[in-house]
């Protein structure tokens, strides 16, 4: 099915609006280049997450692991659980969209990686349930999105934004999201119910992730003195370690006490 | 050291025998021009240096991970590793900030020990979820004014990470100083870390040192 002649103006208009952050003045915080003019409103939304990761997700997600301590690794002597049978499929699921992403930016390599990729997991995975092409061939994915696309393409990332159920994001990788759901080859070929199965799979495959990194996800989230800065920091660093535009390192030795860490405006608990 | 990755290191010019010969000339002579330029002392820690001091601080940690020993006493002991390989004196000063400076030597050593506790605690805890795993140490390269050596994690379950260690000998010892794991950059992270519970405290040391005890 074709997207719904609406979507493109759609895109266009959250684009604009989400771009137009960019103006805003971003600050050097511990070396990192902060850009977050919606900071207020970010909070207000990061505290809407944290609570329902706390008491939805969270909860839900440790029950579909079915752990009771430890660690969440898979099973004992490499089973694979339910739960990773789950992340699996969605995982396979998502790989039509991602090689369209390598090819946008110009990389057939990881295109054709994930493809074989996608091929093997299908068919000697059995629908994806299984990792095959991983553990026997050494074919792990390579993860890309639109938001990574824009990004070669140029695009700045614009500003730091904390999206409602889906987290911290960027306004570039915002617009990557929108994208991504409008160019997924899987929409082109699934009829109503595959994709509505489709969609619930990559649902239950981000709750097991979920699951699977519960204990280093409660850190950042509960142990936290800043959850929000924290989540937006790591968010940050880490994205743009993917998309090739990490931050200088530091050498704290040139000076132990560094930049004042203070210049950053309002920390609230 | 098993297998020699380096993904981001400078190509091995053919017409030299040994690339690593050409890296330890380079770190020398940055180290040189670092030495004359701050009167620092000249320094001599070269990339194969850096790399095989990563590898001894990864079989610790290993053994660890591997003993099979309860939580609390695994963290003392990755505290441990932490104070012999690590410098805990310039990572507790640089995540402290400004109030480093402000504190008495009295006050800062009673914080510095508290924050190798809660660093202890902290990763100690993530590294539970490296049990079967393995990580992989890479190859070494200058960076500005220290070593980056390159390794790999291999976790059950999930894509492998490019964790780097920034090792520099500048405070007189080999040491590291720095972990990045994926991009998340350790010591920005604590500094920010730190910097929220100091302001929760109202800058009081004293107060967050007593916080970081509990902490972790």
Redesign the interface.
């Known amino acids: 099915m074709r997207p719904k002649p609406r979507s493109a103006p759609l895109t266009a208009l959250i684009l604009t609006l989400l771009l137009a952050g960019c103006a805003a003045r971003p600050v050097l915080?511990?070396?990192?280049t902060i850009n977050d003019p919606f900071e207020a409103q970010n909070r207000r939304v990061h505290a809407f997450n944290k609570a329902l990761d706390a008491q939805v997700i969270g909860p839900v997600a440790r029950l579909v692991a079915g752990r009771d301590d430890?660690?969440t690794?898979?099973g004992e002597a490499?089973q694979?659980r339910p739960v990773?049978l789950v992340i699996n499929m969605g995982a396979n699921l998502s790989l039509p969209g991602k090689i369209v992403n390598s090819l946008l930016q110009g990389q057939p390599g990881p295109a054709a990686r994930n493809m074989f990729r996608l091929a093997i997991n299908s068919t000697l995975g059995i629908a994806g349930m299984f990792d095959p092409a991983g553990s026997d061939f050494g074919l792990?994915?390579t993860?890309t999105d639109f938001g990574q696309t824009l990004a070669v393409w140029g695009l700045p990332e614009g500003a730091y934004v904390e999206l409602p159920l889906l987290g911290p994001s960027t306004a570039r990788d915002t617009a990557g999201k929108v994208v991504d759901v409008l160019i997924d080859p899987l929409g082109q070929v699934l009829d109503r119910r595959e994709r509505m199965l489709a969609l619930g799979l990559r649902i239950g495959s981000k709750a097991g992730e979920r699951a699977?990194f519960g204990?280093?996800v409660d850190?950042v989230l509960q142990?936290?003195?800043?959850s929000y800065?924290?989540t937006r920091?790591?968010y940050l660093?880490?994205?743009?370690?993917?998309v090739g535009e990490?931050?200088a390192?530091?050498?704290?030795?040139?000076d132990?006490?560094?930049a004042?860490?203070?210049e950053t405006g309002p920390?609230a608990? | 050291m098993t297998t020699p990755m380096a993904p981001r290191s400078p190509k091995p010019d053919p017409s030299r025998p040994d690339p690593r010969i050409g890296r330890r000339a380079v770190l020398a002579l940055i180290a040189g021009g670092a030495g004359l330029v701050a009167m620092r002392p000249a320094l001599a820690l070269g990339g194969a240096q850096a790399q095989a001091f990563i590898q001894r601080a990864v079989d610790d940690v290993y053994a660890v991970i591997n003993s099979g020993q309860a939580p609390a006493a695994m963290y003392r002991q990755f505290e441990a590793i932490l104070a012999r390989y690590g410098d805990v004196d310039v990572v507790a000063r640089t995540v402290l900030g400004p109030a480093a400076r402000q504190v008495s030597a009295a006050q800062f050593a009673s914080y510095k020990a508290a924050f190798q506790g809660y660093i202890g605690r902290k990763y100690g805890k993530r590294f539970r979820e490296f049990v079967g795993g393995r990580i992989e140490v890479g190859g070494a390269r200058a960076v500005k004014s220290y070593v980056v050596v390159d390794s790999v994690a291999y976790l059950s379950g999930r894509a492998p990470m490019k964790v780097e260690w920034h090792v520099s000998d500048r405070s007189g010892r080999v040491s590291f100083f720095n972990l990045i794991i994926e991009g998340v950059n350790m010591l920005a992270s604590e500094r920010a870390e730190m910097a929220a519970m100091l302001a929760r405290r109202k800058g009081d040391v004293a107060a967050l040192t007593a916080d970081l005890q509990r902490a972790g």
């Open positions: 915080q511990d070396g990192i430890g660690p690794a898979p490499g694979p990773d792990t994915e993860d699977r204990d280093t850190s142990d936290s003195a800043d800065a924290q920091l790591i660093m880490h994205r743009r370690y993917d990490e931050d390192g530091f050498d704290p030795y040139d132990p006490y560094g004042p860490v203070a920390v608990p």
